[in-house]
């Protein structure tokens, strides 16, 4: 990790002005946001999705029924998507250490730092006074098109892009001589979880003076550590009940209230109330909720500090609250200043050289960075944000953060960020480069890459143990089904949390062998139990069987050895005994949930979705046994298997309509209705390369025909048509807000079915488009994106309508492996591919911990292969393209950093 890195490297010098990889870093869009802009907040129907502000704390953050959604007002008065950015932006922080959004007008929001969870307190919608800005000369201005605070100067427009985990602002005032770009960016080790758990964010701000005479530059970072706007703190004690008074006096400000706060030495937090200008102050931390009408904040104390030419500023809450701790404010640049102030206007008139006041008592801590700029120079100058909250609780208890062993101290996680600031810059980019410059369009890799924020709702336990909530509005933690649609980034890139959940399902398995459905149960209520897992939830047909999924996915792709398999192989046997048992009726599993629960597949005998589940199970199952030379076992389960396809067949195949019926009430007459996402499981399978889970592959292809031509509408496919959603009925007719909607693995999973069987690669990223550009170029929402999405003729067509951040739309990764054709059998060297586009290309390689990149070059008439490593080290005995196989003398092939294979 960087911190033992840093011990290592004994000194600490001053790295001022070095050249960066700014310019390295690829984005795959830009959007610009105006000062001008008029960005207005409507209400409108949902499902539900997660609140924008959050009063209850200890609960899910769900809001149902009607949500708010952000639009900008045209030129005509017509209500718009804002632009990219606006909406969400890239999350920032590293993994499972508290996150927050710095937007596309420059604002921060989102703010989670202060260990917000479900299980603790709320977010901070928006860290309202928090502003970065620059001082050219005499021109001082935020790097905000909108600031809070009425003193501050605001910049006339932004130019936003995201690639996470980076953010960039380009910044635009009439009056700047100077050229101005920022780099904001958090820690991403795809071979390390430690080192991409650093609690930080780096800013590098990019001067450029095209001027014929000198420029004196200052990048500075405002932030308001002592209090919060919008937010109450009141002490709640589930478990451990504590005495605590409370004082209540009349005052005219919040800065009044925060002074008496400071004088009285029992007072730990304090909330003014702007409704009758009171101020009560508590003799405890209080948790945070949303009040509009109150400020608040937790009592502290600010400390400047300077080690090895590195300055800092902090801000430290005593206890061990999950609100205290520290957090910094660190430069290593040449000339450094830091202040505290007691208001905006304070601080303002510093940053602009107006007054030097300062104080040690403030509630604002500033930092600011001065160079001077030559004529036609550039330079870069540098600050870091970084903190340290070890007292992360669940529902009262404490269980700590993991980060906070690693990097106990928000100054030293501040040196760490700086001094290795170009190391940063290199791990994203070998994260960047295969995944974002290759042969597929630009729409795949910008969302692919921009979904791994999705890890914002993490939990690294200081224990080691990894956990992650369904979502913050459905608070169920790592249901098998929902973690398996999301979960090939984490097999890849968090291999270690992966591993950590698998044990927790396999310990949750009942004594009829089903693996339950999450280790923690309670979507819109918090399940109150304080203990980390509480395993509960449905009869899923997606739970069980995908567990069994993961076991083999570990062991083949070689993130586990062999004994771990032989561990968990008697909890791999007991689940296909349970699989079997749910689906003896028919040979198909009877009556059961799936992940597309509100459609209701449970009042159903058989579907096809589940049918495909339980197939998948048992190939998977005989795959494990054959490895561990069970061959009795692989045998019966091969044998359940066909016995199920034929089932499958017979039941379910529509021959009239030409694809397989949604669902049947076997013996009954069908209605025919025709789902969108009837498939996943091969897709899974696809990737597995355990072959196919139908008799007749046709089928499959038929029936996505039928999908897109049935269900295609402007931002993807309707997730059921023929049961309550027909083109002659409205949104108001019974059910129809049910079958209408997008659920966003249709569309994605459709493309990598059609690629991985060989047909139309241009008409499958077609469909694939839909869904994808919808969310980043036309609702741009991109950070954000839901579960489902309403459908046609509803109020909220194209829009968030079911659970914010979900990871539905993540099973497109599958896609890069669709493409390539890539098929890995780790344990027996075995590395091959069929890319199903022609040469030239370049295609990612992706296993766990290993990021690699297979191209294909013509060289005077002769096709050349070549692996270039990234990150990560793999040995093979066999590697191959289609029929090219790589020769060489030895038979161990080490693909490694630095090591070209290139073979023809």
Known sequence: MYFVMLCFVGILSTISFVSTAFDEVPFLHSSRSFSTDDYVWKELSCSYLEGVNISTPYNSWYKSGTCRYMFQNDSTGQLISPPLGIRSAVQLGGISTGNFELRGDGSFREWNVYNSHPGSATKISQLYDAFLGLRDNNNTIAIQTKPYNAHV???????????????????????????????AFSSYDVTSMDNSAVPGVLFELTVKNPTTTNREVSFFLNMPFAYDIGIQRIPIFLIHPKKIYY??????????????????????????????????????????????????????????????????????????HPSSGNISLCSNDIQVTTATFKSVPDAWNFLNNTSNTSTNAGMLGVIKTTVILLPKETKTLNIALSWSYPYKEMMGEIYGNFYSTLYPYSEMTGMVLLAHKNRLLQNINKLHSPLMQNSLPDFVNDVLINSLGHIRSANWYNNGVWRQYEAYDCTNVDSVHNDGERHIPYIMFQTGGTI????????????????????????????????????????????????????????????????????????????????????SK?????????????????????????????????????KIANILEDKDSEESYLIAAKHSMNALDKLLWNETAGYYNAFSNVGEANIGAVFSDAFYAQ??????????????????????????????????????????????????????????PVWMMGNPNWASLQIAFDQSVIEALDVLNATYAWVRSVENNLWDVAAVLGGPKMDTQGLNYVSSHYGYYMSGWHIYFAISGQYANIPKGILTFKP??????????????????????????????????YTGNLNVTELRVHNSSYQQATPIITLAVGKQIRWT
């Open 153 to 183: 100067q605001n910049c006339d427009f932004i130019d936003y892009s995201g690639a996470y985990p980076v953010t960039k602002l380009v910044v635009n005032k009439e009056n700047m001589k100077i050229n101005a770009s920022l780099l």
């Open 247 to 320: 004082k209540e006096l009349k005052v005219n400000n919040f800065e009044e209230c925060f002074n008496l706060c400071m004088k009285n030495t029992s007072c730990m937090t304090w909330n003014f109330n702007s409704g009758n200008e009171s101020c009560i102050m508590y003799s405890d931390i209080g948790t945070a909720s949303y009040n509009s009408e109150i400020i608040s904040g937790v009592r502290g104390n600010w400390h400047h500090s300077s080690q090895n030419g590195i300055e800092c500023l902090t801000y430290k809450r005593d206890g061990d």
């Open 500 to 583: 950590s959940k698998v044990k927790g399902w396999a310990h949750s398995q009942l004594d009829n062998g089903m693996i339950q459905e999450q280790l923690r149960i309670g979507c819109f209520n918090m399940n109150r139990s304080p203990k980390i897992d509480v395993p509960g939830g449905r009869k899923m047909c997606d739970s069980t069987s995908m567990f069994v999924v993961y076991m083999l996915e570990l062991y083949q792709w070689g993130a586990v050895d062999k004994q771990f398999l032989e561990s968990f192989y008697h909890v791999v046997q007991n689940a296909i005994k349970w699989q079997l048992n749910v689906s």
């Open 586 to 622: 028919y040979s198909l599993p009877y009556r059961l949930v799936t992940t597309y629960d509100i459609i209701g597949f449970v009042h159903y005998d058989i579907n096809t979705y589940a049918s495909a589940f339980h197939i998948l199970s048992l190939k998977a199952g005989a």
């Open 683 to 740: 897709v899974l399978a696809n990737t597995l390369g355990l072959g196919d889970l139908v008799n007749n592959r046709t089928r499959i292809i038929l029936h996505n025909q039928m999908v897109k031509k049935i269900l295609h509408n402007p931002y993807g496919f309707s997730v059921m048509y023929g049961r309550y959603f027909t083109r002659n009925k409205n949104a108001s007719d019974p059910g129809y807000t049910t079958d209408a």
């Open 836 to 869: 199903k586009i022609k040469e030239p290309f370049i295609l990612p390689i992706i296993l766990p911990r290993f990021l690699a990149e297979l191209t294909a070059e013509l060289v005077n008439d002769q096709l050349f292969y070549q692996i270039t490593v």
